[in-house]
T-cell receptor, first 112, second 111 residues
Framework: SQTIHQWPATLVQPVGSPLSLECTVE??????LYWYRQAAGRGLQLLFY??????ISSEVPQNLSASRPQDRQFILSSKKLLLSDSGFYLC???????????FGPGTRLTVT | QKEVEQNSGPLSVPEGAIASLNCTYS??????FFWYRQYSGKSPELIMS????GDKEDGRFTAQLNKASQYVSLLIRDSQPSDSATYLC???????????FGPGTRLSVLP
């Protein structure tokens, strides 16, 4: 069976500090990978989407970036965090582009 | 702009009743539809997917899709307090980057 991991689970960072969130998927190969953000009381916002190693599509212009150095690894980064970057960051995977997406446990980020 | 709309709730139903959750979407070429359950502080969990018009049943859950009316619903029979959560409707328009979530409906099942 497939498993998706995210870490850390929670993070408190000061404004202007860097960020690195990691997501890995087990039990499948060549998954589509996604990063979402959910602000408090809000819906899910797609940030980045990847269909393969080194292939990243950005949905929203911002100070965040994503990378996919390995088939089942997806990393979300920032060089300088803003207060508005606070939220619940979710990684998801899917088999193909039309099917179900499955979410990891998420990282709750608070920027102070 | 692709949109998925849901009533934010809260929707309150007594234990044992049927909960009915509704979702409308804006793009007629949408191809796949999903319902997720999200408990407070947790990540969304897939509970149902539906791809063609009609009903799809899985245990106490039934998803209903009407593409002509651009409408998808989720029925929860014999609602339990453990069903209390936010239910997210998601629509896949034409591929992974076109996977759009609604804002969610908060369901409260009262004992």
């Amino acid at each position: 069976s497939q498993t998706i991991h995210q870490w850390p689970a929670t993070l408190v960072q000061p404004v202007g500090s860097p960020l690195s969130l990691e997501c890995t998927v087990e039990g499948t190969s060549n998954p589509n990978l996604y990063w979402y953000r959910q602000a408090a009381g809000r819906g899910l916002q797609l940030l980045f989407y990847s269909v393969g190693i080194g292939q990243i599509s950005s949905e929203v212009p911002q100070n965040l970036s994503a990378s996919r150095p390995q088939d089942r690894q997806f990393i979300l980064s920032s060089k300088k965090l803003l207060l508005s970057d606070s939220g619940f960051y979710l990684c998801a995977w899917s088999r193909g582009t039309m099917g179900e997406q499955y979410f990891g446990p998420g990282t709750r980020l608070t920027v102070t | 702009q692709k949109e998925v709309e849901q009533n934010s709730g809260p929707l309150s139903v007594p234990e044992g009743a049927i909960a009915s959750l509704n979702c409308t979407y804006s793009d007629r070429v949408s191809q796949s539809f999903f319902w997720y359950r999200q408990y407070s502080g947790k990540s969304p969990e897939l509970i149902m997917s539906i791809y063609s018009n009609g009903d799809k049943e899985d245990g106490r859950f039934t998803a209903q899709l009407n593409k002509a009316s651009q409408y998808v619903s989720l029925l929860i029979r014999d609602s339990q307090p453990s069903d209390s959560a936010t239910y997210l409707c998601a629509v896949n328009y034409r591929g992974g980057q076109n996977f759009v979530f609604g804002p969610g409906t908060r369901l409260s099942v009262l004992p």
